[in-house]
């Protein structure tokens, strides 16, 4: 039975509920409930106008609902008095397609049928800048090599220290804070779950980052590629498949320790990166961190070829331990739930085809890549990956042609918007489009 919204809100004190949805450029949308309302707002909805938001549809359609999931609640670490609320759109009496929490709900409902669901974790990368997004916020931190700087994680160890307060609170079960690659970027990492879990809290994660940072006068970002001469905002996600409480992943006699299932999976992931690339790199500015010349600290970490490993960083997959791999492709700017429901379809392409990965790279792919002609490459742009998308008849089959060229559409939209005003050159300065644009992703 579900949750009552309005009991719990009296025992948590909660006066007003955000009733939220993602779009599909990965907006966050939300109306503010007064606790009163909550009731009728869990049995029908709160209602939206989807051509005012990046969803495909025109004014004269019908107002589309959000229904909150009453098991996704998050009540506000910072302002208890409101309490967080993931929601599936519905139009018509019928769930919209095109919703990205929908979108992935569908895909763990295939799963489900053969028995399987996917856990996964996230890795979050952003900057903390200033408010016109010029430069990072922190004038000395300037090392050529910043990674794990304890002084310039120190500097601002009370935001880190309220955000990670906060997820200690929501039972997240967060494990490390660190300064990254790049000045002025942090991660922070908690631990994995089933993904769709997963995916509401790193909605929530990104909300709540920017939230606490403006609290304490900064700026957050998680745009890929924020400033050229520094290391982008990638997103990496550590993936196994589950049945029941047993690891289908796990093979302790393998080499890395992952079973013929996990090869499989990999192999989906390998076969569809380039179209998943629209999904997993949606941005214009996402393409100057796919390959990319390296940054100021020698490394971009961000892949380049279509490859995977063992424990090593310069592929687009890793396997850093027994039991999961790392994929290493999305950025900053990508919808969560997309991004999830992306390694799901194309994971379960490689399930239904038997899809061999080949055998995994030992090489510094960032300076061996052309000993290995015959790889496949990462779209160069958005252009590109959108094509590969479109080309694509597995994710088609996956989220339906009428999804796919919705994201399509509008996507191309954006691009003509840009070239209006701007020249996408990897050689040139991110242009103001893309900041005005992205900063806020």
Known sequence: MSMNLSKIAKSKKIKYFLISFVDLFGVLRSKLVPVQAISEMQKNGAGFAGFATWLDMSPADTDMFAIPDPDSLIQLPWKKEVGWLASDLWMNGKPVKASPRIML????DKLNKINLKMKSGVECEYFLISSDG??????????PKPCYDQSALMRRYELIKEICDSMIELGWKPYQNDHEDANGQFEMNWEYNDCLITADRHVFFKFMVKSLAEKHGLRATFMPKPFENLTGNGCHAHISLWDR?????LDKSNRYGLSKLAYNFVGGLLKNAQSLS?????TINSYRRINAPPTISGATWSPSSISYTGNNRTHMIRIPDEGRFELRLMDGSANPYLLQAGVIAAGLYGLNHKSNPGVPLACNMYTDHKKYPN?????NNIEESLQ???ESKNLRESFGDDVVNSYL????????????????????SITD?????????
């Open 375 to 379: 790889l496949e490459k990462l779209p």
């Open 388 to 390: 590969k998308l479109n």
């Open 134 to 143: 010029s430069n990072i916020a922190d004038s000395r931190d300037i090392q």
């Open 433 to 441: 489009w893309e900041k005005n644009n992205t900063l806020d992703c």
């Open 278 to 282: 629209a999904f997993f790199n949606p």
């Open 245 to 249: 409480k047993i690891n289908k992943f």
């Open 409 to 428: 559409k509008l996507k191309r939209q954006e691009i003509e918007d840009f070239d209006k005003n701007e020249n996408f050159d990897k050689k040139k």
């Open 105 to 108: 709900k569908n895909q763990i």
